[in-house]
């Protein structure tokens, strides 16, 4: 079955940086478009940044020139890159792909920015 398996979330300062990797199995990954989300405390899930199976991104408004999507197909992982990160990009961060007409998410992990 498909599984996302998110990690590397943490506590931060504000200007630090984190790397998100989500692996993914049970998908052919080379072919299959890959999204982050995420979710702060008592706010809708929000889109933060996809990458398509040829390398094509987009990106938030809010994350534009901070986050970075890239892709690992040898590894069947998509990370995304976090750097001058602020208090408000405190969320639970989510790992999101589309196989056979199905949405599968992963578990999340939290990432927290604060002094």
């Known amino acids: 079955q498909v599984q996302l398996v998110e990690s590397g979330g943490g506590l931060v300062q504000p200007g630090g940086s984190l790397r998100l990797p989500c692996a993914a199995s049970g998908i052919i990954f080379s072919i299959t478009d890959m999204l982050w989300h995420r979710q702060a405390p008592g706010k809708q899930r929000e889109l933060v940044a996809g990458i398509t199976s040829v390398g094509s991104t987009n990106y938030a408004d809010s994350v534009k020139g901070r986050f970075t999507i890239f892709r690992d197909n040898a590894k069947n992982t998509v990370y995304l890159q976090m750097n001058s990160l602020r208090p408000e990009d405190t969320a639970v961060y989510y790992c999101?792909?589309?196989?056979?007409?199905?949405?599968?998410w992963g578990q999340g992990t939290q990432v927290t920015v604060s002094s």
């Open positions: 999101k792909t589309r196989s056979r007409g199905n949405d599968y």
